[in-house]
């Protein structure tokens, strides 16, 4: 099987070599239609923006509450009536302890829910381009989102996967790829599916395999050797 990206082209036969280009000191396989990857210093700033807020949210917080306390001492050392005073500051400390309260969960909520679309829904919408077959993408991203969920790690909001029965797993997301890949329910959508019985291995069998290779276009070329084997693929008339 071809290999994606490689540092040198010596050892491939001339036929070979003209599915590489050379891109930034490495000879990339030349796939159409393979989805680019984004810059992702926009998302990484804007996930540090709203973790920014929720500290600003905690920190506004705290300094009410110590706001709160300093003036209650403050009132009870210049009242004789200590008592009725530290029930007054007591109540009106409740109260705004419970409007902060109300705000920081709310703002948490609005934050988490943010977040979870800059990862999780990020994440699940590439999953699923690259896995499916045009037009199928939207059809294949729920299941795949219901997979994932995004915990804080070393102060990070990281993307994990999950299991079936929406527990953690320790599955890596090239592994939720797989997963997707060979279950059959999901055949009919995922481009290339060994499941299905379709993808590269229908290509192959179809025109694919009358063309001469100077005829085939990129992902014919891969698609057959998927398939097939490079053997075969040098076997084809040039």
Known sequence: MLKFQLDSLDG??????TLYTE??????????GLPQQEDVTGLKAKVD??????????????????????EREEAARKSGNVEELEKSWSEKYARREAELTGQLESTNSTLQ?????????????EIATTLAIPGSAKALLPHIERRLSVEQRDGKPTVVV????????AATL???KAEFTNDPAFGPLIA????????????????????????????????????????????LPK
């Open 12 to 17: 491939l036969d001339d036929s070979t070599k």
């Open 23 to 32: 891109k930034d000191g490495k000879f990339v396989l030349g796939i159409e």
């Open 49 to 70: 923006e709203l973790l920014g807020e929720k500290k600003a949210a905690e920190k506004a917080r705290k300094e009410a509450e110590e706001t709160a306390r300093l």
């Open 113 to 125: 829910g943010q977040i979870r679309d800059l990862t999780v829904g990020r994440t699940a919408t």
């Open 162 to 169: 999950l299991d079936v029965s929406g527990k953690l797993s």
């Open 174 to 176: 090239d592994e939720l």
């Open 192 to 235: 290339g599916s060994k499941a299905s019985g379709g993808g590269a291995g229908g290509a192959g069998k179809g025109g694919g395999a009358a063309l001469k290779r100077s005829e085939m276009s990129s992902v014919q070329k891969r698609e057959f050797i998927d398939a097939h084997g490079q053997d075969a693929y040098l076997k």
